[in-house]
């Protein structure tokens, strides 16, 4: 059920950064990865963008990422929207949540150990 | 309702256990052997659906169940798949744990204040183990728990002694003879003996007949019932000494032991005899821990259940006043793999974009430094001859690589690495080792400049995730505006090399490749590339960094013009052997922890002269000081010896082997060894002679390299 992605990957300076638009995972202070779209421009020239496929996604709904986390992790959905981060069966993932979907994120080279954990 | 026994319908009621069913059946579990029915002998273990050690009687009866006799003195068989047996695991919290629930540890729950959990060993619920905290750790039906608590009640009551060890059936303890005619089992005329017959001979053919007490009665009976006294089950009490544990009820019993038998078997699980006790006796080991060692003794499945009362009276007999018993360490009860392996995730290995590709060419995985990586290909033998005399691919999309940019990036990499950077020019590629505060070796890699104020780096396969911490540690550190983006994870690389590797690149489209130790970005096969020339395993080499979802269509593109060219692919045991002709070293393989540039015969590695990096002021100090150990090249005639194997001077070990591989263009064995104290021309290493040769071993000018 994971697919890959692709989009920006960005380290920047905050300001740059926080001028960003669209669908823009926050992953730390210097950093961001944007799902699909153009190329950004920044206001910082020495910006790193680069395009980026090293990602697989898949969407879920709130409730049935609170049951694979219940089953797979030791933490649990943040209450509003955010990006978190954490093992899930002992893989690194990401989870960007929004309204009552969210999205959940992880390494393209970790993606099929990731889905036979899942299985 | 039944199960299966041996490949036999074996009928049970509602509540049975294994045990009790496979007994009024007229079987014992294990052919023979006093039985107590409470988990705390061995006698009635089998194996219940592949997994073995189960004690029957502690074991819910069930249809479908499969059960088959575990035999004394065999290794049970392995379980040929580990399907259907995924127990969860459970953390919980909780102010006090009870472990048993008979009438003083119902008490003790009763009347605590706070959050309970109770385990009872006769509801499938077997505490394995304490541990600080305290925690206790548990096997149940539903799988392992552990709990985090305050307190600790131990009140897993008192085990019934039992007698030496008889293989004979229709021995049971007075509480298992009590539990079969409670289910309604027949157990015929009943011969009862206690403490004041011991010891007893049983007599009988598989099945007891009579029993003789110590006073010569003869007892004829088709079933012996043995009461000889009470033992505290107090293996998890002693397991939580010094910790918030405590007992109660019948486990702070004192104990009235048994009289040691003249002669026979007193522990069931090992096979100890008395005479095993009086040999260890007599060669010194006069202490329960070190009779223990040398017989193993309490070691087996019932932890000393059966046994110990019997070696206390045999220390008692001894002379040792108070024989404490042997400490009690967890697991006090066995586990299965899958039960002590529930709730853990082993650590993922990543796989590269061509990992599928690898396999679709019959590769053998292997993992290496986090990364799933092709180690051998079928056709083992061309790996190594396409690259010498044509053109290989390898996937090396493994290897850590960075961007960093910014104003104070020229800075850091100064202050980072032991080489120059500053006069780098655009489209130039240094190799660059990576040394810490005290001048040893953590990493190599290559700086490629791509403009004024950005570089692309690259790190070992096993070192990236090290690296980013490291270069943005330092950065922070000294205050340097950069920007750090570990690309690592997407961008695939794949490693053309070969005589041919040229043509290659032109058949691919690219004309004009950069010359040894330069880059471009450029299209190869119609892909967007960094190419990057370098080389490590001593061939005309070209690295090629791309989009990760663009690997395949480059390798199943090269691997197709190269056809003409007779292309094959290489993995890593080749390419250890290739770079081993070459001479050059793997960090961690043939690197140790405290190995400076100067011990790796790598000084022009270190500028001294360039100013002040991480490592200068350790390595100024360091080479003051005597050379007194080496990585050196070493060659010798006939097969390579096992990696690790001790380099010998006149008798003495002065090193050891790091690498060593028999060179198929050389027609010899070249290795890397370190050799400490003076330096010597010859050694013994595998009774053979090795040779101290400079490397590399393999055109020693580079001139292929550089083609």
New interface residues.
Partial sequence: MLE?I?GW?V??SAEALGALTGRVLRLAE??ALIIGGERPELADP???V?????WMAVTLSRTELAALLGE?A?WSLPEGDGLVQG?L???PVKISVKGEGAQLLV????G???SE?ML | MNFDFEGHPVEFRRGDSVAVALLRNGIHPRGGGCLCLEGDCPNCLVVIDGVAYMRSCQVAASDQMSVNAQPFGEDPPLPQSADGHHPRHR?LEADLVVIGQGEAGRRAAAGAAGSVITFEAKRGEEVVGIYAGPSVVARTNNGTVSVRCQRVIVATGAAQGHPPVTRLAGVLTSRAAATLEAAGVDLGNKAVVTLEDLPVIFEGEGRVSSVVTVDGRRLFCDTAVCDFGLHPRSALLRMGAGLEVEGAGDVTLEENLPPLPEEGVICPCSGVSVSDLESVWDRGFNEMELIKRATLAGTGTCQGSVCLPYLKSFLLGKGVHTPAPFTARPLSRQLSMAEAAAG??????????L?DEHLRLGATMDRFGG?WRPWRYPAHDQEYWSVRERVSLMDVGTLGKF?I???GAVELLERLYPCRVANLAEGRIRYALLLDERGYVLDDGLICRLSD??FFLTFTSGGASFAEMWLRDWAESFGL?????D?T???GAINVTGPLAKELMAHAGLDDPPRYLRHVDAEVAGIHCRVVRLSFTGELSFELHH???QSVELWRTLLELGEPLGIYVHGLDTLFGLRLEKGHFIVGMDSEYDSTPRRLGMEWAADLEKGDFVGRQALIRTNRLPLNKRLLGWTMEGPPPIEGSILFHDQVPVGQVTSARYSPVLKKTVMLGWLRGEEVDELVCDGRRAIHTAHPFYDPEGERARA
Wanted: hydrophobic share 35%; proline share 3%; no cysteine.
């Fill in positions: 890959s692709s990957r380290v920047a210097d950093e020495d910006a790193i680069v395009e980026d496929s090293g797979g030791t093992m069966l002992g893989v390494l393209a080279t970790l099929a150990e990731l954990r | 953390e853990f995730d082993h650590t993922p290995f990543r796989r590269t974009s990992y990364w961007e940019s910014g104003p104020t950005r505006d950069v920007r750090i983006l690309r994870q997407s961008l989009r990760v979802d």
